[in-house]
């Protein structure tokens, strides 16, 4: 990397360098205003916890400003500390958010109040808590921001704290990647990240005038527009989106969440004069015809069994839209659907949205990266003189992408099953539940089965099983890789403190 200039090493005079500290205080920071807006939404409200909110605001965000200020990220970093900075802005983020919880009283354990915090930070709609109506307006509003920041402003800030974060870590960050296609929206990180966030900001406001505009109450409509572009779920009522019974919300909410799971990357290049980037990209094709197609299946089902009427037909594919782009607002319980169903709906919790999208999962592209594999395998065994190639659409896939995509499916598929048997275990779920709350978790989707089904809290699991399905979360949010290759600089440092002989034996293991 170039040595920075004259005016930059200028800049830099006065400052300490610490990457962890820069993005620790500039978290801190962010949270402390989000709890401050908090504070004036419930003082207006007139509720009795204004003061705390604006105390924990103040405590919070005042200390990360001026950490963040006088701190400044070093010019060169390995991948290692760049993904390990990565995994402190999530930690930092889900410690401090538990805060609103315990100070207000709406929570009185730290491990409930951060599985609360965990759950919003990634975007996941799973939830310990119950009487939202009766809650006051700063926990509502802090719960549903907690979401908009992990969709995708706090992964941008990142990239904005960190514009020297080269392509090959923003791949790994998967899916909030302001990539499409290989080609980055502007020549710099820190342009792309500006553009995504004035994309990101006139999403939510446009959702939110709609949510208005049909029938939600002002708060309710800010509320659920943060939760909605986020692909997050969270609502302001026990009843989730079943609580308006308006046909127009439940329309304007589809549309918007098969939005929010689709790749930014692509609306930004339709707003500047390419319209039909959307339409030519295979993956958004894609993506729509999975959704559409757990939605017929879905609807045909229930249709036979309990007759077609355009109420069941709007409901269902409100369901299946919600699960497929990792949204989890709760409308129709699908525990009464039929089990075959039910089972397409674990699998579409586990595919999940689009890359580029704020949507979690496996992601569209690496579905097409393992189905083109398969397709070329097996033509090898065919023709094996040929030289057959991954393509999506008309762009070849590098074997090297594949070589990632396939790593990652095993990894995915690994702490999956041992997730899994870590839920049953220490959860004492059944299996059924169990797999569905990992595949859930894992997908950020946040609705199970079972016991953990629509109209469910997650508080019947036991402790044990709450913290594992919160590794799972955070796991599935930031894609795995950051969360591995963030602990090197912990395991690094452990290891420098063992004995030679027991740490080059563990390096040995490590390397295979």
Not at 72 to 79: G, I
Not at 192 to 201: G, M, Q
Not at 225 to 242: I, P
Request: proline fraction near 3%.
């Amino acid at each position: 990397m170039r040595a920075p200039s004259a005016l930059g090493q200028r800049e830099r005079f006065g400052k300490r360098e610490s990457v962890y500290a820069n993005v620790m205080g500039f978290s801190l920071a962010i949270a402390g205003a989000g709890m401050v807006v908090c504070a004036i939404v419930e003082k207006l409200d007139g509720g009795s916890d204004a003061m705390k909110f604006l105390v924990a605001g103040l405590v919070v965000g005042v200390p990360g400003l001026v950490v963040w200020r006088r701190t400044v990220a070093p010019t060169r970093l390995s991948t290692a500390t760049i993904f390990a900075s990565a995994l402190t802005v999530w930690v930092t983020l889900v410690l401090v958010g538990t805060i609103p919880y315990l100070v207000t009283g709406v929570l009185h354990r730290f491990d409930l109040a951060l599985f609360e915090s965990v759950s919003g930070f990634t975007t996941t709609s799973s939830t310990i808590l119950s009487g939202l109506d009766s809650l006051g307006k700063g926990v509502l509003l802090w719960r549903a921001m907690t979401q908009w920041f992990g969709g995708i402003g706090v992964v941008v800030f990142l990239v904005s704290v960190l514009p020297f974060l080269n392509p090959a870590g923003i791949e790994h960050l998967g899916g909030v990647a302001p990539q499409a296609g290989g080609e980055r929206l502007a020549p710099r990180v820190r342009e792309t990240a500006k553009r995504l966030v004035l994309l990101y900001l006139g999403f939510t406001v446009i959702v939110a005038g709609l949510y208005r505009l049909f029938g939600m109450s002002s708060f309710d409509a800010l509320a659920h527009s943060l939760t909605t572009v986020s692909t997050g779920g969270f609502s302001t009522h026990d009843a989730s989106f079943a609580y308006f019974h308006r046909a127009a919300l439940e329309w304007v909410a589809i549309v918007a969440m098969l939005l929010a799971g689709g790749n930014f990357a692509l609306y930004w290049r339709a707003l500047r004069g390419k319209p039909f980037a959307i339409l030519r990209s295979v993956e958004f094709r894609v993506y729509l015809a999975l959704v559409s197609l757990v939605g017929l299946v879905a609807i045909l089902s229930n249709g036979l069994r309990h007759g077609m009427t355009g109420a069941l037909v709007r409901r269902t594919l409100f369901t299946t839209v919600s699960i497929s782009t990792t949204t989890g607002y709760r409308l129709a319980n699908f525990e009464h659907w039929s089990g075959s169903v039910q089972l397409l709906l674990i699998f579409a919790m586990a595919i999940g949205a689009m890359a580029g999208s704020t949507g979690s999962g496996f992601k569209v592209y690496r579905l097409m990266g393992i189905v083109g594999h398969v397709r070329r395998h097996l033509f090898r065994q065919l023709h094996p003189r040929s030289v057959p190639v991954v393509r999506i659409g008309h762009e070849v896939v590098p074997d090297a992408v594949i070589s990632r995509i396939l790593g990652f499916f095993g990894l995915f598929m690994g702490i999956g099953a041992a997730a899994t048997i870590g839920v049953a275990a220490l959860g004492g779920l059944d299996l059924r539940t169990a797999i569905a709350a990992v595949t859930t978790t894992m997908g950020n989707v946040g609705i199970g089965l079972g016991r953990l089904g629509p109209g469910h809290t997650f508080r019947a699991v036991p402790a044990g099983g709450r913290w594992v399905l919160m590794g799972a979360m955070l796991t599935g949010r930031l894609e795995i890789y950051p969360v591995l290759l963030g602990l090197v600089p912990l395991a690094r440092s452990i290891s420098d403190r063992l004995p030679r002989r027991l740490s080059r034996t563990l390096v040995r293991l490590g390397r295979g």
